[in-house]
């Protein structure tokens, strides 16, 4: 499964070149992950109330292309890989205008609880887990 999710390039998001400042593109990252749990019926405020957080392990963002200001982007979110303590996202980035791909990436999160101590999710909350698994 893939949740597609479209935004605009703020002013604010862009440097003196026009160009989109390289943090952005985690921030699109995560608005990516949070619409697909959405799609899911998972929201990630529910999982805190369950007492299960995604702390970030590891981000990697390739840079391709670069976005400017009042682009549109395309954020494609993928689950790539599910353990019973980790969740591994995968993003593809596209200018919408002329489907022109400008970066890719990955985030890795591990299942934790409110003192950051890892969790096992496939344990704690089975139906869950299975419904992510069954993205893949």
Known sequence: M???TTIRVRYKDTDQMGVVYNGNYFTWFEIGRVEFLRD?????????KMGV????????????????YDDEIVIK?????????????E???????????IATGYTTHAFVDKNIRPINFKKQHPDIWKRLKETI
């Open 77 to 89: 979110t993928k689950i790539r890989r599910l353990t019973d303590v980790r969740l591994e996202f």
């Open 91 to 101: 993003y593809s980035l596209y200018r919408k205008e002329d489907n022109e791909l």
């Open 2 to 4: 893939e949740n597609t």
């Open 53 to 68: 957080y995604t702390a970030v392990a590891e981000a990697y963002c390739k840079y391709i292309k670069p976005a400017r």
């Open 40 to 48: 899911l019926g998972i929201r990630y405020l529910d999982m805190e």
